[in-house]
């Protein structure tokens, strides 16, 4: 049987179900134009989302950040200039990061 992660968020995926969407993600990553040394910020609980997000970027050598996602807008706003990011993915975001199972 292969061993679940993050049982926290109610939704567990197999290490082979991780390492899937981990290509999926990072496939999309790279079709919307992020590339080598390229910053996404990840401002999201800890959800499997979250790992996900960080090893697909790591697989094309985009840099993550992570933010604490209880940030106002105006909180947020430091982190997301001083990082250089080019994009985020946060809590509103996370129906777009569609996890497969």
Do not use: K, Q, W
Not at 55 to 68: F, K, Q
Not at 73 to 101: C, F, K, M, Q, V
């Amino acid at each position: 049987m292969d061993p679940e992660i993050c049982h926290h968020s109610g939704t567990a995926l197999t290490f082979a179900e991780t390492y899937r969407n981990v290509l999926r993600v990072s496939a999309a990553l790279h079709g919307r134009g992020y590339r080598h040394g390229d910053v996404v910020a990840a401002a999201l609980p800890n959800c499997v989302e979250l790992p996900i997000l960080v090893y697909s970027c790591a697989a094309r050598g985009i840099i993550t950040t992570t933010m604490n996602p209880l940030y106002t807008e105006g909180e947020s706003l430091e982190p997301h200039t001083s990082s250089g990011n080019r994009g985020s993915y946060n809590t509103r975001a996370r129906s777009t990061l569609r996890i497969d199972r």
